[in-house]
T-cell receptor, first 114, second 114 residues
Framework: DAMVIQNPRYQVTQFGKPVTLSCSQT?????MYWYQQKSSQAPKLLFH???????NEADTPDNFQSRRPNTSFCFLDIRSPGLGDTAMYLC?????????????FGEGSRLTVL | AQSVTQLGSHVSVSEGALVLLRCNYS??????LFWYVQYPNQGLQLLLK??????LVKGINGFEAEFKKSETSFHLTKPSAHMSDAAEYFC????????????FGTGTKLQVIP
């Protein structure tokens, strides 16, 4: 089945130790998103790629970076995680801008910073 | 700017009872509206979406929602709750045209009591 796959599902890291989360998709979608979801909160958009064009949300900390080497893969890099970065990180895709905005989510990567 | 408001962060219903989760939207143009469901430690899954066809939208797992422009509402209902419906539900909105940034509500946790 076509899908969005995130790895790892669970990640524990030390304060300040860089971490990379990955997302792959077999939907051949143009747009890929990274959301941060803290406990009992709504998902918060960090950034998105439309093809190779990167779009950062204004309030996304510089500590968060992203790479999209090809259509299928997208990575979230957290350069120096703080305790406040403990959260679920959700990758999502959509077919193209100008359609109805339906998002297809992966299972999420739960990050714990100690 | 578009937004959604979900009334009630927690809703409890008895098994077999009606489920009603409330969502009101604010948008400068006719929006696209969505309901997503999230089970513990998983990503979000689309339940249903409104994109300007029928105002009564049927989704998966027996859920439906009605778009009411006059009330700016998009409430989610299910006639008879099952234990498996216990999850968190997010209402979301995106504007039509151009880049459709999806804005999520704060979520409603549904508890189903046996």
């Amino acid at each position: 089945d076509a899908m969005v796959i995130q790895n790892p599902r669970y990640q524990v890291t030390q304060f300040g130790k860089p971490v990379t989360l990955s997302c792959s998709q077999t939907l051949n979608h143009n747009v890929m998103y990274w959301y941060q979801q803290k406990s009992s909160q709504a998902p918060k958009l960090l950034f998105h790629y439309y093809d190779k064009d990167f779009n950062n949300e204004a309030d996304t900390p510089d500590n968060f970076q992203s790479r999209r080497p090809n259509t299928s893969f997208c990575f979230l890099d957290i350069r120096s995680p703080g305790l406040g970065d403990t959260a679920m990180y959700l990758c999502a895709t959509s077919g193209r801008i100008g359609v109805d905005g339906e998002l297809f989510f992966g299972e999420g990567s739960r990050l714990t910073v100690l | 700017a578009q937004s959604v408001t979900q009334l009630g962060s927690h809703v409890s219903v008895s098994e077999g009872a009606l489920v009603l989760l409330r969502c009101n939207y604010s948008s400068s143009v006719p929006p696209y509206l969505f309901w997503y469901v999230q089970y513990p430690n998983q990503g979000l899954q689309l339940l249903l979406k409104y994109t300007s066809a029928a105002t009564l939208v049927k989704g998966i797992n027996g859920f439906e929602a009605e778009f009411k422009k006059s009330e700016t509402s998009f409430h989610l209902t299910k006639p008879s709750a099952h234990m498996s419906d216990a999850a968190e539900y997010f209402c979301a909105v995106s504007d039509r045209g151009g880049y459709q940034k999806v804005t999520f509500g704060t979520g409603t946790k549904l508890q189903v009591i046996p």
